[in-house]
């Protein structure tokens, strides 16, 4: 019989192996996660001899994750936005940049800046509904319709939505992007983490991404701008006067996006970049 301590080094080389980043981390996850144990009860237990039958639910979990299936999809759900969301291969997991696309606009809604009294927000493309809970909860005061042309992503993000006690807050529409919301609608804030790849950098991404992540959530046309023109473009006429647009993008599109932002006549056009240092999003008012 090993130890638990002795099946996380084990599990910690084989992964490594098999090219998993953070390997020792996902071990801990993954086992943890098999014996429903926290990291720290782990540690705790450092010394315990594992039975077969503990082994037995380990091990297919392994094997997964040796796989590169996302190791958010092995444990069903993610911690972000100071929420837990659910994640599976219906939409794509959410990503820390997202997560810090919420945190900048947040910022401007708490920050005196006109959009803070803002009641209407639409966040397009919605995956797992993580960005449009994450507003939700920030501002309670405002209204938010989450959009997605993925019908197993909407349903996604509606159990969501149920689990963070934020569904009575989000309204949930099938759409190709504006399609299907009523003329009249306009929105004193829209945001957006659309498809911004092409197809060399999916195939030059990690398994994790080009093998699980729904390809229709990843890849636009035109260089990966095509989405984010669309937006742009549609973004003109539902925005009120004043509006905010925030929107996630690749590093490489935001010297076209700014020129053309500034070209049809949006105002305060500003680039930021993310934690890591790259330009990562575009702000801009109508």
């Known amino acids: 019989m090993l130890s638990l301590l002795e099946i996380i080094a084990k599990t910690t080389d084989f992964f490594a192996s098999k090219g998993v980043e953070s390997a020792r981390l996902n071990a801990e996850h993954v086992i943890g996660h098999a014996l429903g144990l926290k990291r720290m009860q782990l540690y705790l237990q450092f010394e315990r001899l594992l039975t077969d039958a503990e082994l037995d639910k380990i091990r297919p979990l392994v094997k997964r994750r040796a796989q590169r299936e996302p190791l958010q999809h092995i444990l069903g759900t993610v911690e972000w936005g100071g929420m837990i969301v659910k994640c ?52 309670p005061e405002a209204r938010v319709t989450a959009v997605d042309a993925s019908a197993d992503a909407l349903a996604l993000a509606r159990e969501n939505a149920l689990a963070t006690g934020l569904a009575e807050r989000v309204e949930f529409v099938l759409s190709d992007w504006f399609a299907a919301l009523p003329d009249a609608a306009r929105f004193e804030v829209i945001v957006s983490n659309p498809p911004y790849l092409t197809d060399e950098e999916v195939a030059a991404a990690e398994p994790e991404v080009r093998l699980h992540d729904p390809r229709a959530a990843l890849v636009a046309e035109d260089a990966g701008l095509a989405d984010l023109k669309t937006i742009i473009a549609g973004a003109a006429k539902r925005l009120a006067p004043g509006g905010l647009l925030a929107l996630e993008t690749g590093i490489a599109q935001h010297a076209e996006l700014l020129c053309g932002l500034a070209a049809a006549g949006w105002r305060d056009v500003e680039s930021r970049k993310d934690l890591s240092g790259r330009d990562r999003f575009v702000f801009a008012r109508r």
């Open 88 to 139: 599976d291969r219906r939409a794509l997991v959410p990503r820390p940049e997202t997560e810090e696309l919420l945190e900048l606009v947040t910022e401007r809604l708490k920050g005196g800046a006109p959009e803070a009294a803002a009641r209407r927000i639409l966040d397009l493309g919605t995956g797992t509904g993580a960005l449009a809970l994450g507003l939700a909860k920030a501002w």
